[in-house]
Structures are given as C-alpha cells and as structure tokens.
C-alpha cells in the first residue's frame, strides 16, 4: 500500500518502498514547493528505507495549467531528485488532443535533456507499471507487481478523490 506523503484536491506525492508517486492536477507555486519539501524530507531527513526511487509521475491533462513562473521551482525539483531517479515513467492521462500534444512535447524534451537514467511516457497507469517494476526490481530487488502498483496508485487517488 502506499504512503501518503502529502495530498490535497489537486496533488498527491506517496511512495512504496523504492517507487515514489506524484499526482499532479493544477500546479501553483505552493504544490511544487510542497512536492520539493516532502521529496527533500524523503531523501534526506526521514528514516525511509530507500533513497533512490523509480518515480511515476501522473499527470491530468485536462487540469494541468503550468504558469512560466513554475518553470524555475519544477526544474529545481527534477535536478534535485535526478541522483535519485532509477528510472521515470511519465503517465499523461486521456486521449484528447492537449493529451497527445502533452505527450509529443515530454517526448521531445526527453530527447532535448538526456538523462542518466531510463525515462518513459505512457497513457496509462498500468502500462507505466509493467514497464517500470522490472526496473526496480533489477536495481533495489523489491518485489511489488505491476498490479499492486497500479492498484495502490488508484486507491490513493480515491482517498482524495479531486485529484482522480
């Protein structure tokens, strides 16, 4: 089951031994810097057992609105976290056109930044934890099916059910 870290209506950050989720409806200034505080606390502070994480980052299209003023703060978070990162799925929900248009630009942004680790974009929470299980397991041993995840994914959302 997973840990909620932080939520409210429109954010959800949780983790499960080396996964780390983060749910991201509408951004503001006060989520992100709330996402970096608890993500910081995790690796730093806390006696969590892991300290490096295979992250799934969901993202609802149709909520998501990223002011330019955000751009520093959520660049600040993905350099802070990237020693940490065993591998990143991206999940941009829905099928509309704001969806493939999201999922065309992290893909090209990918290729822009290379990272050190893998990184993936899917449309779906399940496909994203097929892919991203094996990659933890090869790298920490934790066994947790693809399922699992995706399920514990699905009831923390419903615990805050704004952001699902």
């Not at 608890?38 to 992250?55: C, N, Q, Y």
């Amino acid at each position: 089951m997973l840990q909620v870290l932080d939520a409210d209506e429109e954010y959800l950050v949780a983790t499960r031994g080396h996964v780390l989720v983060t749910v991201w409806g509408r951004l503001n200034l006060d989520r992100v810097r709330r996402a970096f505080a608890v993500k910081r606390w995790l690796i730093e502070e806390s006696d969590h057992e892991a300290k490096t994480f295979g992250f799934v980052a969901v993202i609802m299209p149709q909520r998501l609105a990223i002011p330019d003023s955000l751009e520093a703060e959520m660049a600040k978070l993905d350099d802070f976290l990237a020693p940490h990162v065993l591998a990143r799925a991206v999940v941009i929900e829905g099928e509309g056109m704001r969806s493939t248009l999201l999922r065309g630009a992290g893909k090209a942004t990918s290729l822009l930044k290379p990272r050190g680790y893998p990184e993936k974009q899917f449309g779906d929470i399940g496909d994203a934890a097929r892919w991203l299980v094996p990659q933890i397991a090869t790298k920490t041993g934790q066994v947790i099916t693809a399922e699992d995840l995706a399920w514990d994914i699905a009831e923390a959302r419903a615990m805050h059910h704004h952001i699902g």
